[in-house]
């Protein structure tokens, strides 16, 4: 790929990736034809589908079309993957999907959405707010965004937005003029053998930040505070913000409102002049008052054929555990259903469940001390067998293990060897009790099927 000229032909490997598939659309919408494959079927693939993209499940070599101008895959797609074995033996170029963002984003004025925990809300909460003050931006987001109807919103300005992962020091791969860093913990342990390797990755993409771009975040963080001495940009606190009115619970969407509202005053005042007449404090309440939210994230699914609430949230880092359970006690039965019928607070909920299925043996393992005490607010605890990923079983953890550490701290808990079997517990929960499903894999097909009422 010449720059970032998008090839007239182009195929992704594991298409179903969130990122992948908002990068797989960008591409069609800048012309390119666009096929792919992924392991299996998936709310995103169905999505891609309906836009024309064609997803081969399953992946097999002869998937692969011989005049493809570019092979995109996904980090978590191995070099032996029988796709990338036929595109090496054709020639076709291949490059990963940050690299690929990277070439994609080049020329652009980029904004990067980064931290540990809200960065996919907060990018929605950005490129919507940018959108409804006729910044145009295009924006790549981590997750389904209800107001959008997509991961990704095309645009037709030079803005970018772009959530920015950490892991194998993908945001290096990005040049923003204005960096978001919501907070810092450690993470992606398999990776970042510390907090302090961590920080160092986000030291250099604070200090790639150029004299006229703007770092947006939380400078009295005591993980953030040591990074910023390596910047020449300027540094704005997100925590002035103003509170805002959202759909969304918790003190935890607050903050993300706050940073996306920090981020889109940075993005006028530095990027698009514009439109800088555009955004006052009202455009701003009004874009995340109506802002509907993200797949996976504290959303509302309906109810189980025996009257309880069911939610699903992507947390699985234990402080996302720990705010998303903290939220949903505190909110009770007031979460709006709809816009027809937007709810009210009844009373507390009775009992909360939670299933919740752990992201990697590495995190839980190095992670199992914060694990055991961010189901406080639970009253009752299923936890699926680790969902292992990129990684393999070295039997040092497990799900048992796990279980056996939260009990310790006087929350029921219970290792449970299939979705099935988690499907058939949550039978216990009634009317006036909450069911939230919880975890990076694919915990979210409990949900949707408890409240199927099939």
């Known amino acids: 790929m010449e720059g970032n000229k998008i090839p007239k032909k182009a195929y992704f490997i594991g298409i179903g990736g969130i990122g992948m598939s908002a990068l797989a659309q960008y591409f069609k919408d800048h012309g390119a034809a666009v096929t792919g494959s992924d392991r299996e079927a998936s709310p995103v693939t169905e999505l891609l589908e309906k836009k024309g993209i ?17 092979v995109v895959y996904s980090d978590s797609v191995p070099e032996d993957n029988p796709e990338r074995v036929r595109a ?11 690299k690929m963002l990277g070439q994609v984003s080049l020329g652009k004025r980029t904004v990067a959405v980064a ?7 907060t990018t929605g909460m950005l490129a919507a707010i940018l959108r409804d003050a006729g910044a145009s931006p295009t924006a790549v987001v981590g997750s389904l965004v209800k107001d959008f109807g997509s991961n990704y919103l095309p645009g037709d300005s030079d803005l970018f937005v772009v959530e920015a992962c950490e892991y194998k020091d993908h945001l290096l791969e990005l040049s923003p003029e204005i960096l978001v860093v919501n907070n810092i913990e450690w993470d992606h342990t398999d990776y970042f053998p510390s907090l302090e390797a961590l920080q160092e990755t986000f030291r250099k993409a604070i200090s790639r ?13 005591k993980n953030i505070a040591p990074l910023l001495s390596s910047t020449k940009a300027k540094v704005i606190d997100y925590t002035k913000e103003p509170a805002y009115a959202l759909r969304m619970p918790g003190e935890f969407n607050q903050m993300n409102a706050r940073a996306a509202a920090a981020a889109a005053r940075a993005v006028i005042e530095h990027v698009q002049h514009r439109v800088l007449d555009m955004l006052d404090k009202s455009d701003l309440s009004k874009s995340l008052a109506s802002f509907h939210g993200t797949w996976r994230r504290f959303e509302y699914k309906g109810t189980t054929k025996n009257g309880a609430d069911v939610y699903d949230d992507y947390a699985h880092h234990p402080t996302a555990i720990r705010v998303t359970l903290e939220a949903l006690r505190k909110a009770g039965q007031e979460t709006p259903r709809s816009e027809e019928s937007p709810g009210r607070k009844v009373s507390p909920y009775g009992k909360i469940f939670v299933a919740f299925h752990p992201h990697l043996y590495s995190r839980t393992k190095d992670l199992l001390d914060e694990f055991a005490v961010a189901f406080s607010d639970a009253d009752k605890v299923l936890i699926a067998p680790i969902y292992a990923a990129r990684e393999v079983d070295d039997g040092s953890i ?16 219970v290792a449970v060897d299939s979705f099935g079997a988690i499907e058939q517990a949550l ?28």
């Open 54 to 70: 064609v997803v081969a499940i399953g992946q097999k070599a002869e998937n692969v079309p011989a005049d493809a101008g570019m």
């Open 88 to 98: 090496k033996e054709l020639g076709i170029p291949e490059l990963s999907y940050f």
């Open 115 to 121: 931290g540990t925990h809200g960065k996919t809300t």
């Open 209 to 221: 930040v150029p004299e006229h771009g703007a770092i947006v975040t939380n400078p009295n963080d």
């Open 398 to 413: 497990s799900s048992e293990i796990l279980a056996e550490r939260i009990r310790a701290t006087g929350t029921e808990a």
């Open 427 to 454: 039978g216990e929960a009634g009317p006036g009790d909450a069911i939230m499903t919880m975890g990076a894999g694919d915990i979210y097909k409990v949900a949707d099927k408890i409240t199927s009422g099939l």
